[in-house]
């Protein structure tokens, strides 16, 4: 008898919704013949809005573009996406003068010196004015002159340095509802008004108001926050996060570029005085919230001191308020259902991951796809998978507040002293004051090695605001020379990728086909774009580097270039 499933039910749209569907669909025609997949159907409520926030990706999501057949340029020209290099972190620390500490997480890593990393080198030796992320990788440099992260005229979903993207959530959804419609999956537009489960606790069916019974075998929760199906339906408890991280509430504005012309490859997130701000430029508009700890801030409060810092662009607009339920279900598969997105969880978007979660989730469950009967062997795989994904991201958004030294508000004296910080976290930030993170020191990474680790606890600075005292008398012996010869030609690579990256809004143009004459090739790379923001007299564009003849007359120490 053929026990395979017939049938795959998504409750929920959205970005959730859709994005299950896309990767179910594409992982299953690229396994199974047509005769032995099962159906998926999507229903979505058409009296319930999609939130519409998350808008920055992480590097994943072009290879899911790619895998699922989706043109590049069809995806930015209808979501309006622009690049992404790194999140740019704002006024998160002070540095050892008092002053605000900026930088930049970027999707790149420094390669290994002498089998060595570079964080050990930079932490030992320094590297002048410039921090560690502008050391070991151009993102920075092209997010501040505002560049593209590719040549003109490359392939699509070329990388020369590691991408993701910001894109407009709705319209997102919208092309995936196109896409995913196109290629076989059901979609129905109605109100699932009750659940209904069989004697062993699965669910049998839904009902739906206009076209009544729908029988299930599998169902997957993409009904967000109110988690329709594994909170009200199944009852699966609820693991609340708020004893790790303080903020529950977030409001959100849409806003024009200052600038058309400057578009930063870069997501900022500006600390303010209770939480922290996000700003995602896309192509046509910059999409900018607060997210905020309620026991801090007022819905007024927060509101007031949102709109001080957005100035001008913020006159006359009542920001849209969103609460947050922080944390997670206990079981993401539980009897036939799987929660997926916020039904599943939500961790504060810090480090943008929803998207980077719901895609582990799906990819995972098609490698864990069941029969009917659904042995429970699967389940309890599955669920240890997505435990060990929420405490990887949670450790990590729970790092940035811990390191924090800032004491202007008691927002951040209580979210770096009266939080709770998983057990994982609390050895290894005693370890860490003794040795940079090193690759065993973190047991389960999809987005967050110990290099992404390395590069927080240097971007803050915190070896030289108190952490760690000692350290670098305690590394292990370093060849300065090594470093800095690296360095010397690490300098002329940069200064070459700077001049011949073409500025954003060129790049993105070309990409949407929208320039007069279409680039093609290196040639075209290399042309004028619009004007940037430095004098074309600077012929590296690289902030706060010395020239060869400094370093070689003795006017910059090696140490301090």
Known sequence: MNNRLRKITIVGGGTAGWMTALILETELSRTSAPKDRPKICLIESPNIATVGVGEATVPRMPKTLRQAGISERAFFRETNASFKLGVKFCNWNKDAKGNRIDYVNPFAHGQLLDG???????????????????????????????????????????????????????????????VCTKHGVE???????????????????????????????????????????????????????????????????????????KIESLT???????????????????????????AHRTDDQAADEYLEWLGDSGKGATPRIIPMRIGRVRNAWVKNCVAIGLAGGFIEPLESTAIHMIDHAVRWLTEHMPTRDIAPSLR?????????????????????????????????????????????????????????????????????????????LLGKQVYDTGYGPGIRDRLRPLKKPIWFQWWKGAKVDLANILKSMPDHKTLLRDIRGELDQPSFGMGAAMKP?????????????????????EIENGQKDLQLF
Not at 148 to 165: H, K, N, S
Request: negative net charge; contains cysteine.
């Open 116 to 178: 060595l990393e570079p964080a050990e080198y930079f932490l030992r030796f320094g590297n002048g004015d410039r921090d560690y992320t502008q050391s070991i990788a151009p993102h920075d440099d092209l997010g501040r002159l505002c560049k593209g992260a590719r040549p003109l005229g490359q392939p699509e979903f070329e990388q020369r340095f590691g991408y993701a993207y910001h894109l407009d959530a709705v319209k997102f959804a919208g092309m995936l509802t196109k």
């Open 187 to 261: 979609h129905i537009q109605d109100e699932v008004t009750s659940v209904e489960l069989d004697e062993q606790g699965n669910v049998s069916h839904l009902m739906l108001a206009q076209r009544g019974r729908h029988d299930i075998e599998m169902v997957i929760d993409c009904t967000g926050f109110r988690g329709l199906i594994i909170n009200q339906a199944l009852g699966e408890p609820f693991m609340d996060y708020s004893d790790y991280l303080p903020n529950d509430r977030a409001m959100a504005l849409q806003i024009d570029h200052p600038d058309p012309e």
């Open 268 to 294: 900022r997130s500006t600390a303010l005085g209770a939480g922290w701000t996000w700003r995602v430029p896309l192509y046509n508009r910059v999409g900018t919230g607060y997210v905020f700890s309620s």
């Open 380 to 456: 309890t795989r599955y669920n240890r998978q997505m435990d060990k994904l929420y405490d990887e991201v949670l450790e990590f958004i729970c790092l940035h507040y811990r390191l924090g030294n800032r004491t202007d508000d008691q927002y951040w004296i209580d979210a770096r002293t009266e939080m709770k910080i998983p057990d994982r976290l609390a050895e290894n930030l005693e370890l860490w004051q003794h040795r940079l993170p090193m690759p065993h020191d973190i047991e389960f990474a999809t987005l967050f090695d110990y290099r992404v680790y390395q590069t927080v």
């Open 529 to 549: 774009t619009v004007s940037m923001p430095c004098p074309e007299a600077v012929p590296c564009m690289i902030q706060n580097m010395p020239s060869f003849s």
